[in-house]
Every structure is written in C-alpha cells, then in structure tokens.
C-alpha cells in the first residue's frame, strides 16, 4: 500500500466515539457534535474495536447524535463512501439507523440494518439497495459496514460491503441524488433517522464512523476493515 496525501482531505466526517457525553469530529471539517439534552442516560461509554472508548445507544430513548449538516453536503453528482464499526444488539423491531440526513426537500438519505440481520441504503421512500439476502450480519458482535457510490462511471454504481467484503452492487442506483444533495443545511443524525421524533433509533454500539468525499476501493475498504489500526485507516490507502 502506498500514501494518498488527499485522503484526509476528502474525510467529511470521522467520529472516533470516544467520549459518549461530547463526541468528536476529527476530520479537517471538524464540524460541530452534539449530544440532544435528556440523552444522557441512554448514550454510554463502551469498550471499541480500537480497545479504546466506543459509544452504546439504548435503542429506545436515544435521539440520536446530532452532526451539523453544514459540511456534509457529498458534491453533486460526484461519490462517496459511508462506513462504521457497528455491533448491533439483539431484540430491535425496527431497522437500526447507523447514519441519516434529509435534504432541503426532507428527503431522508439513511444507512441502516434491518431486524433481520441485512443492510439497507435508502433515499426519501425508495429502497435503493438492500442485501438480497439475510443474516450477512450478526448481532452482538463487531463488524465493519460500508456503502460506496461512485457518479462519475457508465455504472453509477452503490455498493456495500461487510467485514471488507464486497456483498451487493446496484448499477444506477442513486441518479437522484445528483440533484438532490445540493446545499443541503439539515443535521445529519448517527443512530437515529432524521426527520424528527424518535424513528429507528440504533440499538448497540458504534465506533469509528467515517463520511468521505470519494470511493474508496474494494481494497481500502478491506484493509481497514482488517484492524491495522486508525493511521492505516485515515492515511494508508492504495
């Protein structure tokens, strides 16, 4: 592997979730985190994959961590990637949200597990990519979770990934979103789906989320997935 000085550039987001009472963003954005009044009882410290602090989400009362939405914005017609450490508790009946975002028309762009163990990326009402199949994840156990897209090929294509493999590819799968995403001001939302209220509220715990202004290959994906460590994660990249 070699260096991509761009990398850290392109990081909108990176929460490393260590601390649960004021978590931050460590990108070069270095946007504002909140943690909403009254959720100090249902947000906790917990052990990370890194072995350091993680946060734990009761799943019932929790809103969420609020992210300001002003730096967010992935460019226009252009990619991204979304990932997280996640290790989802068992008993949820609603979809756990790891991250959400509504546009100016409130049109929530949200990553999710659905109860029965399968990922999910939806944009407003439409599903745009599900797992085809169930139980790609387990319950009580850490694993990496990403979704990728990249505009600027023929294929247009979404991808998700789990534990560095690449699971699901939808061709001309976000083509909305390419008008969509301009200038969006909304809070973006960790563990809790935008829009208001307490909806499929993210039931376990969540370290290292990463929002990032580019594709990351199938091969970057997999190498921080394989645990080297948080440098590797942010700077050693093919």
């Not at 019932?60 to 017609?77: A, C, Y």
């Not at 990553?111 to 599900?130: A, H, M, N, W």
């Not at 809070?187 to 202004?213: C, T, Y």
């Amino acid at each position: 592997l070699g260096f991509r000085n761009t990398f850290r550039e392109d990081t909108l987001l990176h929460l490393p979730m260590e601390n649960s009472t004021q978590p931050e963003d460590i990108s070069p954005n270095q946007v504002n985190v909140q943690i909403p009044d009254g959720d100090a009882d249902s947000i906790s410290s917990t052990e990370g994959i890194f072995s350091t602090d993680a946060i734990k989400m009761d799943g019932d009362q929790s809103e969420g961590i609020t992210v300001d939405g002003q730096g967010l914005n992935v460019d226009s017609g252009s990619e991204f990637t979304l990932m997280a450490w996640v290790k989802p508790q068992s008993g949820a009946i609603t979809p756990y949200t790891i991250y959400s975002k509504a546009n100016n028309s409130h049109k929530n762009i949200e990553f999710k597990i659905q109860p029965e163990k399968r990922l999910e990326f939806s944009y407003g009402d439409t599903t745009v990519l599900s797992n085809s199949s169930t139980g790609n994840l387990r319950f009580n156990e850490w694993q990496h979770v990403a979704v990728t897209y990249d505009n600027s090929s023929v294929e247009n294509e979404l991808a998700f990934y789990v534990n560095g493999e690449q699971r699901d590819v939808k061709s001309r799968g976000l083509q909305q979103l390419s008008t969509g995403q301009e200038n969006i001001q909304d809070a973006a939302l960790i563990g809790q789906r935008a829009g208001g209220g307490r909806l499929n509220p993210f039931k376990g715990s969540m370290d290292e989320v990463h929002l990032i202004n580019e594709e990351l290959s199938a091969k970057d994906i997999s190498r921080i997935s394989s645990k080297k460590g948080r440098f590797e994660l942010e700077s050693q990249l093919e």
